[in-house]
């Protein structure tokens, strides 16, 4: 008689994570409603909505909505709104000081706030690295990415390689040197060399291959989050694991948890942060 296998635990996680077996994924659900700053790209559209008018078509979506900003009232505009937004500061979690406090070879973390950072450097590490994409806007050079070491220099990506800890931020950070991916401009040429993991850096395609990853704070409603989170993934040894409220999931969600093949953990996502921090 074939034995069903039991779905993972948090302390199935834990030791994921202990082990260096297993990748946080970070989404901005882990901050919950009362963050200072936006946490969904529903939110953040609305906030640039707010700070200059946009038609009520587009408003209710980040990536044209910053199009359109980018497009009336230049680039500049656009990042200056968006550090404006992100001004205020961002505690670090119990989440994000557990997961300072491990050996994680890789991080990944898919929005624009810098409490990881702040929590890397809370824990007195300095044997990792973040690796931010960047916009295309500007650039010159075949550039997808920037590497920067804590004190927030930028170095040479071919260091990433040395260090214990690589914190991914796939989509860019406000507040730092680099720049973020939010219009559809930015995404245009990313998306067309995605399928072929040009934007993701050597050292990401490198650790993934040991790793399994589980999405925390994480929605794929949107397609563009799915394509990231598809492609980040993609050649990863898994298992990938999802903590969600299965009751709250779309009809894409599910299709992508069964393409994908992640294990789904049916509860709030509260009490995975409480049984994990």
């Known amino acids: 008689m074939t034995q069903i296998p039991l779905p993972p635990s948090f302390a199935d996680i834990r030791a994921g994570f202990a082990d260096g077996r297993l990748a946080p994924y970070l989404g901005a659900g882990v901050f919950g409603p009362d963050c200072a700053v936006p946490t969904t790209p529903l939110a953040l559209s609305h906030a640039l909505n707010a700070k200059v008018a946009v038609s009520g078509r587009i408003r209710d979506n980040l990536w044209q909505t910053a199009q359109f900003i980018e497009s009336r009232r230049h680039r500049k505009t656009l990042s200056a709104l968006m550090a404006e937004i992100f001004r205020p500061e961002i505690a670090a979690l119990p989440l994000h000081r557990y997961l300072a406090r491990l050996p994680l070879p890789l991080v990944v973390d898919t ?4 409490a990881m950072r702040t929590a890397l450097i809370e824990a007195g590490r300095t044997d990792w690295c973040e690796i931010q994409g960047i916009t295309r806007a500007g650039e010159n050079g075949d550039i997808w990415t920037r590497a920067f070491d804590p004190a927030g220099n930028e170095i040479d990506p071919a260091a ?17 040197r680099g720049t973020v991916l939010v219009s559809d401009s930015d995404y245009v040429e990313v998306l067309t060399e995605i399928d072929i993991q040009t934007p993701i850096p050597a050292v990401v395609k490198a650790r993934r291959a040991k790793l399994g990853f589980v999405f925390l704070g994480c929605r794929f409603d949107d397609q563009m989050l799915r394509i990231f989170a598809r492609q980040i993934a993609k050649r990863s040894a898994g298992p990938h694991i999802w903590v969600a409220e299965d009751s709250s999931l779309t009809r894409n969600e599910r299709a992508f948890l069964a393409e994908q093949s992640i294990a789904l953990i049916d509860a709030p996502l509260a009490d995975a942060l409480a049984a994990l921090a």
């Not at 929005?111 to 810098?114: E, N, T």
């Not at 990433?160 to 860019?172: E, F, N, Q, R, S």
Request: glycine share 14%.
């Open 111 to 114: 929005w624009y706030d810098s």
């Open 160 to 176: 990433a390689d040395g260090v214990t800890t690589v914190l991914y931020k796939p989509h860019g950070a406000v507040g730092t």
